[in-house]
Nanobody
């Protein structure tokens, strides 16, 4: 069994920064990829950023240059550094971890950006 726990969300003013953390625990052999998704009210969940085991990353167009995804393999923990936040970044942010082809989701953490 694998557990995924996000933390670091909160309320911030536009232009501010937050760093989200995603900690995976349990029966982990090797994490193939770790991704951050977000879902705003009334919208579908969308991929924000993803990092694979080799270190390659990809970003959704609206966050590229403002958000940075990283991971600490030794700690099975990933991070999403979010800078220059905008009100449209307001959403629940979810972490998804892929291990041997299976997907594990966290419960989500709320990010609210005020104008």
């Amino acid at each position: 069994q694998v557990q995924v726990l996000e933390s670091g969300g909160g309320l911030v003013q536009a232009g501010g920064s937050l760093r989200l953390s995603c900690a995976a625990s349990g029966s982990i052999y090797s994490i193939s990829s770790m991704g951050w998704y977000r879902q705003a009210p009334g919208k579908e969940r969308e991929l924000v950023a993803r990092i694979i085991s080799g270190g390659s990353t990809n970003y959704e167009d609206s966050v590229r240059g403002r958000f940075t995804i990283s991971r600490d393999n030794a700690k099975n923990t990933g991070y999403l550094q979010m800078d220059s936040l905008k009100p449209e970044d307001t959403a629940v942010y979810y972490c998804k971890v892929v291990i041997t082809g299976r997907q594990y989701w966290g419960q989500g953490t709320q990010v609210t950006v005020s104008s």
